[in-house]
C-alpha cells in the first residue's frame, strides 16, 4: 500500500468553513489523505478561504507566496507539494487566483469540493484544475460519511450543515454570490448524519447554513419541514442532549421555532440573530427588509416562549450613508436588547454588492471611533452577562481535559467556557477527570477568569461515567 499523503488544511472565516474542512478531509480519506498540523511536510495545502470581510483575497496571495516558497523548500527535497484554494474567494476571484498566483494547482468552489480527487488529478496530469460552477448534483450526496474513529477525535460537539446559500441579498453581503441560491437538505439525510454522530460520542449538534432558519428540506411525509420541526426530530435521537443552530434572518422566525424553544429542553437558550443596524433608513437601505421594531419583536417573541434565552448578534458600522444619528440609534438597540454578546465589523465594500456602488462612504476615523463605541457597549453587557453566573449553579457538558492536571473544560447553554477541578471526592476510584467528558453536570460558579467561569461540581457525576470521547469505547 502507498504510504499515506498529508494534507494540511488552513482555515478562514465561518463555521461552514470549519465545517467544509472537516468534510474535505473526509472526501480525501478514501484517497490516502491523513492530516497533519504542518505545512512543511504536506504533499497537499488546501487554503479554504472566505470573502465576507475586508482583505480577505489580499490575505490569501500573501499566505500563497508564502507558500511557494515552502513548495519550492519542498520541491528541493525531491517532494511534490500541490496546492489548492477553496471557499469563497475561490468561488468569487476563479481564474484570477491562478493568473496573480501560478502556484495555485486546484481551485474549487464551496459547492464542488466533492470533486477534490478528481480535480487533483487532473491537475496532475494538466498542471491545473478550476470548478467554480454550481454543480447540477448535490454535493452530499457525493460526500463520504467520516470514520467513527475521525468522529470520535473530532470531540462531542459537532457541526451539521442543514442549508446552504441565502436569498435574501442584504446590499453588503457577497454571499448570495458565492455560495448560491438557498438549498435545505432533506430531514432523512441530516437524522443520519445525526445519529451517525451521536453513536460515536457526539452530544451536541450545531446545525448550520448562512440562513439557517429558511430551512424547508423535504420530510419523510414528502412535505417541507421547518427548522422548529426537525429541531424537534432531532432532539429525539438518543445520545443527543444539546442543539443549536446558526446563523438565523429575523425574518424567517416562525411560529414553530418559537415553539421549539419552549418545548424543547435540548434546544439550547442562546440565539444568534444579527440585526446588523439599529436604523431603520440604513436597514432599509442595507434591504434587510425589517425596521428596529420589527427585530425588537421577535426578541419578545423568543423571551416570552424561554425567558432565560439570550442572544448574541452581529452589526455593521460605517454602512454607506450611515449619521451619527443612525448609528446612535444601534446603540439604543443594543442598550434595549441587552445581548449576552456580539460581533460588530467596519464596513467593506464587497465588489458585485449593491453597496459596493454607494456613494456616501463614512470616512474611516469616524468608521473606527464608531466600532470602539459599539465594542465598548457590547463588551460591558457581556461582563455583566457573565457575572450575573457568579454565585448560579449551572448545567455545563463537559468537552476535554483542562490545560492544568486535573482539569475538565466545558460549557455553559450560553457557551460560556466553565473550567473545573472535580477532585476525588467527585470520581470514582480509578476514574480520571476526562471520563466527565460528555456528560452534562451541575456547576456552581465562584470567579470569573476573563471570559470563562470557574467554579465547583456541584453533584456527583453517576458512578457508571466513562469517556466518550476515546476510540473503540
Ligand atoms: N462589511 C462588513 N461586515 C460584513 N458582514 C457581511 N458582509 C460585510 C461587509 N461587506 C458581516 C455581517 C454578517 C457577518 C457574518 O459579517 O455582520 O452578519
Ligand atoms: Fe448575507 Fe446573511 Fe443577508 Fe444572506 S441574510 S445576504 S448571508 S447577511
Redesign the pocket.
Known amino acids: 500500500m502507498a504510504p499515506p499523503r498529508k494534507l494540511h488544511i488552513k482555515s478562514y472565516g465561518?463555521q461552514m468553513n470549519v465545517y467544509d474542512a472537516q468534510r474535505m478531509v473526509d472526501v480525501l480519506a478514501p484517497e490516502g489523505f491523513v492530516e497533519t498540523a504542518t505545512v512543511d511536510d504536506a504533499d497537499l495545502v488546501i487554503l479554504n478561504t472566505c470573502h465576507?470581510?475586508e482583505k480577505a483575497s489580499e490575505k490569501v496571495y500573501s499566505e500563497l507566496g508564502r507558500l511557494r516558497l515552502a513548495r519550492d523548500e519542498a520541491a528541493s527535497s525531491g517532494r511534490r507539494m500541490q496546492i489548492a484554494v477553496a471557499g469563497c474567494v475561490a468561488q468569487a476571484e476563479g481564474e484570477e487566483i491562478v493568473r496573480r498566483a501560478p502556484v495555485v494547482d486546484v481551485v474549487v468552489g464551496p459547492q464542488s469540493y466533492h470533486h477534490l480527487p478528481q480535480l487533483l488529478a487532473r491537475a496532475e496530469e494538466t498542471g491545473r484544475a478550476l470548478e467554480t460552477e454550481f454543480p447540477v448534483e448535490d454535493k452530499f450526496g457525493f460526500l463520504p460519511q467520516p470514520r467513527p474513529e475521525t468522529i470520535r477525535a473530532r470531540g462531542i460537539s459537532a457541526f451539521v450543515t442543514v442549508q446552504e446559500g441565502c436569498d435574501k441579498f442584504c446590499t453588503?453581503?457577497?454571499v448570495p454570490y458565492t455560495r448560491g441560491a438557498e438549498v435545505s437538505r432533506p430531514v432523512s439525510a441530516i437524522i443520519d448524519d445525526v445519529k451517525r454522530l451521536a453513536d460515536n460520542g457526539v452530544r451536541e449538534i450545531t446545525l448550520i447554513g448562512q440562513n439557517v432558519n429558511a430551512y424547508h428540506g423535504e420530510g419523510p411525509d414528502g412535505r417541507a419541514w421547518t427548522l422548529g420541526r426537525l429541531l424537534s426530530r432531532l432532539a429525539a435521537v438518543p445520545g443527543i442532549v444539546r442543539l443549536r443552530y446558526s446563523t438565523s434572518h429575523p425574518n424567517d422566525v416562525d411560529d414553530e421555532l418559537i415553539e421549539a424553544h419552549r418545548d424543547l429542553d435540548a434546544l439550547m437558550p442562546f440565539v444568534h440573530l444579527?440585526v446588523?443596524s439599529g436604523s431603520d433608513p440604513i436597514l432599509a437601505a442595507m434591504n434587510r427588509k425589517h425596521t428596529a421594531a420589527d427585530y425588537r419583536r421577535v426578541i419578545d417573541r423568543f423571551r416570552a416562549a424561554r425567558p432565560q434565552i439570550a442572544f448574541s448578534s452581529?452589526?455593521?458600522v460605517g454602512f454607506p450613508g450611515e449619521t451619527e444619528a443612525d448609528f446612535v440609534a444601534t446603540l439604543a438597540l443594543v442598550t434595549q436588547i441587552g445581548y449576552a454578546g456580539a460581533y460588530s465589523?467596519?464596513?467593506?465594500?464587497?465588489p458585485g454588492t449593491p453597496a459596493a456602488d454607494m456613494q456616501e462612504m463614512v470616512p474611516a476615523a469616524v468608521m473606527d471611533e464608531r466600532l470602539e463605541r459599539l465594542q465598548q457597549l457590547i463588551d460591558s453587557q457581556q461582563s455583566a452577562f457573565n457575572k450575573a453566573a457568579i454565585g448560579q449553579t449551572v448545567d455545563v457538558l463537559f468537552e476535554r481535559a483542562g490545560r492544568k492536571p486535573g482539569q475538565i473544560v466545558g460549557r455553559t447553554a450560553y457557551l460560556q467556557p466553565a473550567h473545573v477541578f472535580p477532585g476525588p471526592m467527585f470520581l470514582g476510584p480509578g476514574m480520571a477527570p476526562d471520563s466527565l467528558v460528555g456528560q452534562i453536570l451541575p456547576v456552581r460558579v465562584d470567579s470569573l477568569e476573563r471570559y470563562s467561569l470557574l467554579g465547583e461540581l456541584a453533584a456527583k457525576p453517576p458512578q457508571h461515567a466513562r469517556p466518550l470521547a476515546a476510540t473503540g469505547a
Not at 465589523?345 to 464587497?350: A, E, I, L
Open positions: 465561518c465576507i470581510r453588503f453581503c457577497v444579527p446588523q452581529d452589526f455593521i465589523f467596519k464596513y467593506s465594500p464587497r
